[in-house]
């Protein structure tokens, strides 16, 4: 057992106080008057001091204990994080300034500034987005999106999303963090997403990189700031759960992904690998242990100038498991046992523009599949009408049988779709779920759901505010629900449940098309 230098000094005044204590009686027995009652007293009194000195001594290791971890972590908050431009500092990684020489004498070389978080942690996945300035479209919201767009309060409470604007350019993150914020603010607001940036000093000076592989040199800094940007992420992400997951900001994720990663990873955390895949696309959707996150950062640090992120992890697993004394297939063989392929994948690209000025990729995930982009259901014969204009084949009609997703162009205020029934129906419920997994930004807002009541004497009690729950609208309809989130969805009381009509009423302009990807009407 190793004593610190606080324990050896209690031991040390605790030892001097009886030592004391003996020399005195022994000098009491050497005169021959010994007093028992008398030693016995002091014997107490030097323990009453030795107590009170434990007791001191404590709370001053306790309150040097406390200095130095604030010194040690200046930068980091003790309190939930709250409002933007706060920092948080990067989980400290040992040779992270042998390998990054200019950072030394920098304190603030790796922290990170965080402009939206809760500072989240003890989840089971981080999700990391790395995202720069794009010269053509953005697909980051659409990205977020996806990832949020069917996970239950449970699922989102055991996840962290990082979204690490890979940006000097303090204006253009605020720019980005002020979008996440309009598009997702209760998720922002419990810590589920946070937006995070490097500081400008962490990049180092990129005109010295010397042409590898025949690559032009901009295309050797845009890979080499790509693997400082990931270890950076990785670095700040590796205290905050059991497994991080490494996505891109262009891509689309499968329904139910997060618990599938979860269910695949638990069953699997006996055995030895560095990572799994959950897409066969370069980086996307590689799920590391969180713990194993210092040595991989270190290894692309080590080699960053050298070759791409994909190349380098490879090479990890070359470095591991490999024996130069057998052959090639052996080596792919055992790297196999290191990557675990999960099928079908779980997240497609979708983005056409990389961030490599310039660049076009078509790639696409052929184990993906299909995504289902509506759920169908039988609804109660109806005439179908409205203002709306669809989109190529994406009627109302085949939507509302269950055949397709109705896909409207821009709205404004005053647009409608009516389903005035065959029969007078008693309708139980409702429920019309705009936008879909590819398309979740395409919602209805501030649009009412109206029904067209068979008994007009109803419709004068909702007039007379008889039926607190309900308000009038024109043409005898009755407003029901509304949209919140882009679904409205509700159960219909006895008194108003003799319908013969529906109705979508739309009362602002939009700046986005709508999409129904659901549409229910549940009747006895």
Known sequence: MRLNHGT????????????????????????????????????????????ELTTELTSVLSRLHNATTNTNSSHA?????????????????????????HLQGQQDGLVANVFLGKARSGV???????????????????????????????????????????ESDQQFVRSVADEIQENFPEDVHSGLVEVVS????????FSVLKSTFGDSIDRVKWRTKQNL????????????????????????????????????ATGLVSEQWLYLEFSQLGFIGKLFRASDLPMIVEFFLMFHKDKPIDWLLDHILWV?????????????????????????SLFQHVGLHSSLPGKIQKLKDKDFGKQPLFVPHVNPAAE?????????????????????????????????ILIRFHQPQRVQGYLFRSGNIETNGDRFSNTTVEVQLRNSSVVERVQNQELPQYQPSTDGFVVVGSFVKGVAQGTLDAAVREVTAMRLMVHTDSDVWVLLSEIFIKVS
């Open 229 to 264: 940007d990931f270890s950076f992420l990785m670095m700040y992400a590796q205290p905050k759960g059991t497994f991080y997951v490494q996505l891109e900001d262009d891509l689309v994720a499968k329904l139910g992904y997060s618990d599938a990663m979860k269910t695949f």
């Open 8 to 51: 050896l000094l209690i031991v040390f005044c605790i030892g001097s106080l009886f030592v004391i204590s003996w020399h005195s009686a022994q000098r009491d027995h050497t005169s021959r008057q010994v007093d028992f009652a008398g030693l016995f007293e002091r014997l107490e009194q030097a323990e009453h001091q030795a107590a």
């Open 124 to 166: 089971s996945l981080v999700l990391g987005i790395p995202t720069v300035r794009r010269q053509k479209q953005s697909y980051l919201v659409n990205t977020v999106a996806s990832l949020l767009y069917d996970l239950s309060p449970q699922q989102k409470s055991d996840m962290v999303i990082i979204i690490f604007v890979a």
């Open 320 to 344: 591991k498991v490999c024996n130069p004394e057998k052959s090639t297939a052996d080596c792919n063989k055992q790297k196999d046992k290191m990557k675990r392929r999960h099928k079908p």
């Open 77 to 101: 908050k003790d309190e939930e994080l709250k409002d933007v431009n706060v920092s948080s500092c990067v989980a400290s990684q040992a040779n992270t300034l042998f390998y990054l020489p």
């Open 198 to 205: 490097p500081p400008s000093s962490f990049y180092p000076d």
């Open 384 to 416: 179908l009408s409205g203002s709306l204009k669809h989109y190529q084949s994406h009627t109302l009609r085949r939507a509302y049988q269950g055949q397709d997703f109705f896909w409207g162009l821009t709205p404004v205020a005053g647009d409608y």
